[in-house]
């Protein structure tokens, strides 16, 4: 009776979910059909001999501290993601400028790009260079923490204060991880769709269990995979992958200079390859409450705020419990 009662439980929320990704209208490539929480502008820039486009949204405060924070988003996110945080910020005094990077987002989608986190830095310098703004904090999440240490690397004159959110890359995974092609990145983005977008979420995210409010991101993400152009997306995730996986930033974590804000939900195992190595390896990956402790210790002037039980996502997950020490961080 019970296995009857689970499959039963199974069908129903197959038919659900089903249900959903045929009512999730389908995205241009630039996400022109979904709307942002603030305004969105467009910087043109000529990259490797394409003129490509960067959306960015610049929240401007109502009482101004005279401050600005740049918000750096993740892989698998764009940059409205950061509705919350952003307006928490401007309410505080912040200027909140947040670009989606190429690739992502509203931004352009090149057919053809080398991609590194030095252009991806050298992109947002060049943002920030066109608003006029010399000094900012800089906080990444995800693969934006490791764009925001590069960036911090890079630009240490502008960078006043650094803030990782679970980053990725604190660890090398080449050493343990075989190497894996674009091209095979790219046959596993186009097998995508909300049912396997929402799994690995609640799986790698959020331990298993599923909230309404996250289902706007996995639907987000979805969005794009019934698109003409999602051949196109694919294509720049892949390459995308192949730029996190090959360009760890974690040997130079003593180079920083700024005063660094570490915030580290506790129960993250996010490994980039996990799935491609033995059960033993796969034990030793993406172990954040190691990896944090060992990336505070590495990088000079280095808080380090862990979260318990919150995994990946702490902005979106336990909402509360990030905002606090970020703004008591930015307020020192």
Same mark, same amino acid.
């Given at each position: 009776?019970?296995?009857?009662?689970?499959?039963?439980?199974?069908?129903?929320?197959?038919?659900?979910?089903?249900?959903?990704?045929?009512?999730?209208?389908?995205?241009?490539?630039?996400?022109?059909?979904?709307?942002?929480?603030?305004? @969105?502008?467009?910087?043109?820039?000529?990259?490797?001999?394409?003129?490509?486009?960067?959306?960015?949204?610049?929240?401007?405060?109502?009482?101004?501290?005279?401050?600005?924070?740049?918000?750096?988003?993740?892989? &698998?996110?764009?940059?409205?993601?950061?509705?919350?945080?952003?307006?928490?910020?401007?309410?505080?005094?912040?200027?909140?400028?947040?670009?989606?990077?190429?690739?992502?987002?509203?931004?352009?989608?090149?057919?053809?790009?080398?991609?590194?986190?030095?252009?991806?830095?050298?992109?947002?310098?060049?943002?920030?260079?066109?608003?006029?703004?010399?000094?900012?904090?800089?906080?990444?999440?995800?693969? !934006?923490? *490791?764009?925001?240490?590069?960036?911090?690397? *890079?630009?240490?004159? @502008?960078?006043?204060?650094?803030?990782?959110?679970?980053?990725?890359?604190?660890?090398?995974?080449?050493?343990?991880?075989?190497?894996?092609?674009?091209?095979?990145?790219?046959?596993?983005?186009?097998?995508? &769709?909300?049912? $396997?977008? $929402?799994?690995?979420? *609640?799986?790698?995210?959020?331990?298993?269990?599923?909230?309404?409010?996250?289902?706007?991101?996995?639907?987000?993400?979805?969005?794009?995979?019934?698109?003409?152009?999602?051949?196109?997306?694919?294509?720049?995730?892949?390459?995308?992958?192949?730029?996190?996986?090959?360009?760890?930033?974690?040997?130079? /974590?003593? &180079?920083?200079?700024?005063?660094?804000?570490?915030?580290?939900?506790?129960?993250?195992?996010?490994?980039?390859? $996990?799935?491609?190595?033995?059960?033993?390896?796969?034990?030793?990956?993406?172990?954040?409450?190691?990896? !944090?402790?060992?990336?505070? $210790?590495?990088?000079?002037?280095?808080?380090?705020?862990?979260?318990?039980?919150?995994?990946?996502?702490?902005?979106?997950?336990?909402?509360?419990? /990030?905002?606090?020490?970020?703004?008591?961080?930015?307020?020192?």
């Amino acid at each position: 009776m019970k296995k009857k009662l689970y499959i039963l439980a199974i069908v129903c929320l197959s038919l659900i979910s089903s249900r959903i990704y045929a009512q999730i209208p389908a995205q241009d490539i630039t996400l022109s059909g979904y709307k942002y929480p603030f305004p @969105v502008h467009f910087l043109k820039l000529q990259i490797q001999g394409q003129a490509l486009q960067m959306a960015y949204m610049d929240v401007q405060p109502s009482r101004p501290n005279g401050k600005t924070v740049v918000l750096l988003h993740g892989k &698998n996110f764009c940059g409205a993601y950061w509705d919350s945080t952003a307006a928490d910020l401007s309410n505080n005094g912040y200027r909140v400028v947040i670009p989606d990077q190429i690739g992502f987002g509203k931004s352009s989608k090149p057919e053809h790009l080398q991609y590194s986190f030095q252009l991806l830095a050298q992109n947002t310098k060049t943002l920030l260079d066109s608003l006029h703004i010399t000094k900012t904090a800089v906080l990444g999440h995800s693969m !934006g923490g *490791m764009l925001a240490t590069r960036f911090a690397l *890079m630009y240490p004159e @502008v960078t006043e204060k650094l803030i990782l959110e679970n980053p990725i890359g604190l660890e090398d995974w080449k050493v343990k991880v075989p190497y894996q092609s674009v091209d095979k990145w790219y046959k596993a983005e186009l097998q995508q &769709n909300y049912e $396997k977008i $929402k799994q690995y979420m *609640m799986d790698s995210y959020y331990a298993g269990k599923w909230s309404p409010t996250y289902d706007k991101w996995a639907q987000l993400q979805a969005s794009w995979t019934s698109s003409p152009d999602y051949s196109l997306v694919a294509w720049n995730s892949a390459l995308t992958y192949d730029m996190i996986f090959t360009q760890p930033v974690l040997y130079e /974590f003593q &180079n920083v200079t700024a005063p660094t804000l570490l915030i580290i939900g506790q129960r993250d195992r996010t490994a980039l390859g $996990k799935a491609n190595v033995p059960e033993e390896v796969r034990k030793t990956m993406g172990n954040y409450p190691e990896l !944090g402790n060992n990336a505070a $210790k590495k990088i000079p002037h280095a808080t380090l705020v862990p979260i318990e039980g919150v995994g990946h996502l702490p902005h979106i997950e336990a909402y509360t419990k /990030f905002i606090a020490p970020l703004l008591k961080f930015l307020q020192e």
